[in-house]
């Protein structure tokens, strides 16, 4: 009662095999793994683009639908690498109850509609990378803006950056 798990997985993970028996046995792998008996996030993983957004959709949305039913996955929720259009498009699709998404002060302006997108639907939103992968807190002079007006380091005022959209 006091975490969440997550996991994910794609269409090509470990193989191409998008079949239910598949997908079934990549889920019950990340259950035995994680020790528990439902994920409570479990997110179609690897979108990079529209295209492959609605490729996954196709292939296996009716399996992590299954697998909700049966109570191995308490939400589905998505992973994107998408520009903020085509997140919007993803969250105006209904099929998801959150995403998660690379989101940090080098690149929230693609991705900000997409964000904004889910805040209107009231869509959950997780951020993964809000230190751009180390690129800020390696280039203290370069984000050294963030700072400003504040005691805070380059790294915390750019936690405080992505923390501060409301979305």
């Known amino acids: 009662d006091s975490y969440y798990v997550t996991s994910k997985v794609n269409r090509g993970t470990l193989t191409n095999d ?27 993983w ?3 683009n529209v295209e492959s957004f609605e490729s996954q ?7 992590f639908e299954q697998a909700k039913a049966e109570g191995l996955i308490r939400h589905i929720v998505f992973s994107s690498h998408m520009q ?35 805040y209107d639907k009231g869509m959950g939103v997780v951020v993964m990378n809000p230190l751009g992968g180390g690129i800020i807190p390696q280039n203290p002079k370069t984000f050294e803006y963030l700072t400003e007006g504040t005691d805070l380091t380059v790294p915390q005022a750019a936690l405080r950056f992505v923390a501060s959209h409301k979305e």
């Not at 959709?57 to 399996?63: A, D, H, T, W």
């Not at 690379?102 to 997108?117: D, H, K, T, V």
């Open 18 to 44: 998008c079949s239910a028996e598949s997908f079934r046995r990549r889920l019950e792998t990340s259950l035995t793994r994680l020790k528990v008996d439902y994920i409570d996030f479990y997110h179609l």
């Open 84 to 118: 903020g259009d085509g997140l919007a498009q993803a969250v105006n699709s209904n099929r998801f109850e959150g995403m998660l998404l690379g989101y940090n002060a080098l690149n929230y302006r693609f991705r900000q509609s997409g964000i904004e997108a889910a």
């Open 57 to 63: 959709c196709e292939e296996l949305y009716k399996f």
């Open 46 to 48: 690897c979108i990079l």
